[in-house]
């Protein structure tokens, strides 16, 4: 059974920076960031699949990068966030999974972490 565990949420001020990380999850996993904010649907943010392929949402390109390290056989899971947005307030959840299908859909992930919260205020 994989239990992922985040950390490193946190409140920042608009233009700021935060680092997400997550570990709990070998390292043939394909892995993501999803996000969902209140009132809203959860949506994938960052994935990034085992053979180090990458993908991000239209909103985070160019201000949220994707990364893992392998510590013990076990993925780290990064997410740097650059440039933040007051639209980027929200639960932000990692997510690990050997399913096909699209990187950024949560079709494809079977374990889930517990949420950490990201703030961002003006």
């Known amino acids: 059974q994989v239990q992922l565990v985040e950390s490193g949420g946190g409140s920042v001020q608009a233009g700021g920076s935060l680092r997400l990380s997550c570990t709990g999850a070998?390292?043939?996993?394909?892995m993501a960031w999803f996000r969902q904010a209140p009132g809203k649907e959860r949506e994938g943010v960052a994935a990034?699949?085992?053979?180090?392929?990458?993908?991000?949402a239209r909103s985070v390109k160019g201000r949220f990068t994707v990364s893992t390290d392998i510590d013990k056989n076990m993925l780290i899971l990064g997410l740097q966030m650059d440039s933040l947005q007051l639209e980027d307030t929200a639960i932000y959840y990692c997510a690990a999974g050997l399913r096909s299908g699209a990187l950024l859909s949560p079709n494809a992930y079977n374990f889930w972490g517990q949420g950490t919260q990201v703030t961002v205020y003006s």
């Open positions: 990034i699949r085992s053979d180090g392929q990458t993908m991000y």
């Open positions: 070998g390292a043939s996993y394909s």
